[in-house]
């Protein structure tokens, strides 16, 4: 059950990993789409806290191309469903995240990711 | 019973069999909505704004359930599996992690729009923390809970709240706590409702990130419990009357033979039919069968 919108809060949390650990790159990821209730306003009060390039780059990674590259002046109604589509409606099932740092795997199983580190890797 | 997190570490506290008990019981899914609806209020968000709300602990994701009924979108993390997949099970709209609380989150700088963790059954997220499961450095007490309380800090909006329940066993433990969460920049501090109840009484954790020293920590509930009216058995009123008519000894003793004699004469003399004839057996209690 991770979506795109919690994929693109998600940075790398191991131990001296700090800058370019995000965003975390979907690997073989096997996506469901569940519909979800459209709040418009929750989304246009989401935007400003989304990382836009992050999430065109891990929409296209799970296959899906319909966002623009840079967030349109007008927001209107077609490009919010868009949104909202992308953001809460793709599930991702199976699969893993990989930091582009440290090359950290988290894997995804049935939908929950796996966020524990290692004694090692722990700040 | 010894409180649960001096049994085992959460992950294998909750098993399968413990995660299915603790789910699927009616009076932890009452507390459970009772804590998520006080913790909501204490968040204190501003009204009809959709909001984005981390829940810490989310189990089989009982109080979720909760968030989206208010309409809340959420993520929730946990570190026990069999927990999650009973939230999975439940088909909750939240997203869910296993993670490690005390190993920190690497959620990015204002994600969240507040923070909930409320906890029945006497066990909170904050205490699982208090155990070092391991002699290794990274798992002390304070080191987990620094852990935990900055990457928290960092991970909420300012201005923005945390309301962490918890079931102190000290003060010390309270003390401990506070300070840690204050090192790590939260301002705020302890909320206790219902501070004269053995039973109803709910230690909060409030924690305020920016608002610049101006929030007040908000007023704990007082006075009687008003829960426990509703949360009574059924016909326990009924069931409380009877016993007080009994000992006030109102309640007529168990109709003899002569009092059977009388109405059955009655009933002769005002002409029913069928009226059973008098006879040594009248009144009489049957022999117990075995």
């Not at chain 1, 965003?23 to 009060?45: H, S, T, W, Y």
């Not at chain 1, 780059?57 to 209107?76: H, I, N, T, W, Y």
């Not at chain 1, 950290?104 to 580190?117: C, K, R």
């Amino acid at each position: 059950m991770v979506r795109l919108i919690t994929h693109n809060l998600l940075a790398c949390h191991v131990k001296g990993c700090t800058s370019n650990n995000f965003p975390l790159k979907l690997q073989d990821v096997q996506i469901a789409l569940r519909e979800a209730e459209f709040n418009e306003d929750f989304l246009r009060g989401f935007i400003p806290r989304l990382e836009w390039g992050a999430l065109v780059q891990a929409a296209r990674e799970v296959g899906d191309d319909s966002l623009p590259a840079e967030v349109p002046e007008m927001l209107d109604d077609e490009f919010l469903k868009q949104l909202h589509h992308v953001l809460l409606e793709i599930h991702i099932d199976e699969g893993s995240m990989v930091c582009p740092n440290c090359k950290h795997v988290y894997p995804i199983s049935s939908g929950i990711p796996n966020m524990l580190l290692a004694e090692h890797e722990i700040g | 019973m010894s409180r649960p997190e001096l049994q085992a570490p959460p992950e294998i506290y909750y098993g399968d069999s413990e995660a299915i008990k603790y789910t699927n019981n009616t009076r932890i899914q009452q507390i459970q909505a009772e804590m998520t609806y006080r913790a909501l209020e204490l968040l204190n968000l501003p009204p009809d704004e959709p909001a984005f709300l981390l829940d810490i602990g989310c189990g089989s994701g009982l109080s979720g359930e909760i968030l989206d009924e208010e309409g809340y979108l959420w993520t929730g993390v946990d570190i026990a599996p069999s927990m999650l997949e009973v939230a999975l099970e439940r088909e909750v709209e939240g997203d869910l992690f296993l993670q490690d609380i005390g190993q920190g989150f690497g959620f990015r700088p204002g994600s969240f729009d507040g923070a909930i963790s409320p906890r029945p059954s006497s066990i909170s997220v904050i205490q699982w923390l208090l155990n070092a499961e391991t002699s290794h450095p990274t798992s002390s007490p304070p080191h987990r809970l620094t852990r935990f309380f900055t990457a928290l800090h960092s991970a909420l909006r300012n201005p923005s709240r945390a309301v962490l329940q918890f079931y102190p066993t000290s003060d010390d433990q309270v003390q401990l706590i506070t300070s840690i969460a204050q090192k790590a920049g939260f301002g705020g501090g302890v909320v206790v409702d219902y501070p004269n109840s053995n039973k109803a009484r709910k230690v909060y954790l409030c924690l305020f990130v920016g608002g610049g020293g101006a929030a007040q920590v908000p007023q704990g509930l007082d006075g009687e419990a008003a829960e426990e009216a509703g949360a009574r058995a059924k016909f326990e009123k009924r069931r409380q009357r009877e016993v007080r008519k009994e000992r006030s000894g109102k309640k007529k003793a168990a109709k003899g033979k002569e009092w059977i004699l009388k109405k059955k004469d009655l009933y002769r003399r005002r002409g029913k039919e069928d009226v059973p004839r008098d006879s040594k057996y009248t009144g009489r209690k049957r022999k117990t069968v075995f």
